[in-house]
């Protein structure tokens, strides 16, 4: 079974064609002002026309209000949220929308609780830990910490790029990878060939 793909923090409409023509499963909006990949909602509502059926479409958040959220979910039609700050399970569970929750990780443990206190998510993503940003970092982190018995969906983050997504679909067996920074020229602006290398990459194995 491949691994699904998601690719996140896209900007512009050409980035959005050519994740979804690479053949992304998932598509990623950043509604988070200070990352350098965050859009409006009045950029998200002209984006997520060119995201057609079957490919999901997915809102990233950071400590959101409610008032935040639920204005998002009125104008922009997410399939999932995700939650990447540090908002409670019962936070994350109020808005009546599938969500997953994102953990940067820095301990031995801090996963397996992760799976018990967000036991109502449709997924988890495990990324790097940095003490200033919310992911996006650009790095991994020791992924020998991530155990092999999950009773979520386990998503993959944090310093993927083409050159090492197989190796760490084959060591982690994901449900899915995520990506932002490794398909990028510049911080919001993608690289096409390398979505597509990226994809072509993840589905190898």
């Not at 002002?33 to 997520?48: G, I, K």
Request: aromatic share 10%.
């Amino acid at each position: 079974m491949n691994t699904r793909v998601k690719i996140c923090g896209l900007t512009r409409v050409e980035d959005v064609k050519a994740a979804v023509a690479s053949g992304a499963d998932a598509i990623g909006f950043v509604f988070y002002e200070p990352s350098p990949r965050a859009v409006t909602l009045a950029q998200a509502e002209t984006l997520a026309r060119h995201i057609p059926a079957f490919v999901s479409l997915v809102g990233l958040f950071v400590n959101p209000s409610k008032a935040q959220v639920q204005e998002t979910l009125k104008r922009i039609p997410l399939d999932l949220l995700q939650f990447h700050g540090d908002e409670s399970p019962v936070f994350c569970h109020q808005f009546g929308r599938r969500w997953i929750k994102a953990i940067r990780v820095q301990r031995a443990g801090q996963i397996e609780q992760a799976f018990r206190d967000y036991d109502l998510a449709s997924g988890l993503l495990v990324d790097a830990w940095d003490p200033e940003r919310y992911g996006g970092t650009g790095h991994s982190f020791n992924w020998d910490l991530i155990p092999s018995d999950r009773s979520l969906p386990l998503i993959l983050a944090g310093g993927l790029s083409s050159d090492n997504v197989f190796g760490a679909i084959e060591k982690v067996r994901p449900w899915a990878v995520d990506v932002s920074g490794g398909v990028e020229k510049s911080k919001g602006i993608k690289d096409i060939e390398k979505i597509s290398e990226f994809i072509k990459e993840a589905h190898r194995f």
